[in-house]
């Protein structure tokens, strides 16, 4: 158990829906990633969080958006759902801003959009 | 572009048996390198990682790995598998310029008793 934590495990909703998913970090880690992993497109940096505050972004699809909370807590919002969002959507969290410092990944939720 | 590429999609081996993972970079300088684990229903462990110094890294769970500048590679080994390293396993590299993380593509071990 890595202590990170996200919810819900999994999500199935329908195309042009919005859905949110969350992430609670580990005690003490500051900064919260995102990341999707999909079979045709692999493992993918989305964005980062660092003490509330937006730090990097890859490959984040302007329907998706993020924010972390004063409680450190994150969430990743996907609106207008395309079948291509299906995947499943990682989170990680580090003590500090440094992206190549050792992250702790949550399990994960798995969105099927139909 | 930088890139990251590990050749084999899957690869099976025997209990006891040795492996190793291939993976190479794309990158004008020495970036950043990792091995990370997926066990099937979890999310991704770092297994190691190799900023600088010695090109010969220990991981945990056995796992070493060995950074060769000349052929742009940094490839995982085990001495001996385990069933328990049955699982997926990606090779990452950050690239300080632009702080960006790129993962490869995975190789799925598959160990046979």
């Known amino acids: 158990d890595s202590g990170v934590t996200q919810t819900p495990k999994h999500l199935i909703t329908a195309t042009g829906q919005r859905v949110t998913l969350r992430c609670s970090p580990r005690s003490g880690d500051l900064s919260v990633y995102w990341y999707q992993q999909s079979l045709d497109q692999g493992l993918q940096f989305l964005i980062q969080?660092?003490?509330?505050?937006?730090?990097a972004k890859g490959n984040i699809l302007e329907r998706f958006s993020a924010q972390q909370f004063p409680d450190l807590h994150s969430e990743l919002n996907l609106s207008s759902l395309e079948l291509g969002d299906s995947a499943l959507y990682f989170c990680?969290?580090?003590?500090?801003?440094?992206?190549?410092?050792?992250?702790?990944f949550g399990p994960g939720t798995r969105l099927t959009v139909t | 572009a930088q890139s990251v590429t590990q050749p084999d999609i899957h690869i099976t081996v025997s209990e006891g048996a040795s492996l190793e993972l291939r993976c190479n970079y794309s990158?004008?300088?020495?970036?950043?390198l990792f091995w990370y684990v997926q066990s099937p229903g979890q999310g991704l462990q770092l297994l190691l990682k190799y900023f600088s110094g010695d090109t010969l890294v220990q991981g945990i769970k056995g796992f070493e790995a060995e950074f060769k500048r000349s052929q742009s590679s940094f490839n995982l080994r085990k001495p001996s598998v385990h069933w328990s390293d049955a699982a997926e396993y990606f090779c990452?590299?950050?690239?300080?310029?632009?702080?960006?993380?790129?993962f490869g593509t995975g190789t799925s071990l598959t160990v046979i008793p």
């Open positions: 990452a590299v950050g690239v300080p310029t632009g702080n960006q993380f790129y």
């Open positions: 990158y004008g300088a020495t970036p950043y």
């Open positions: 990680a969290s580090s003590k500090d801003s440094g992206r190549f410092n050792e992250q702790y």
């Open positions: 969080y660092y003490n509330g505050e937006e730090r």
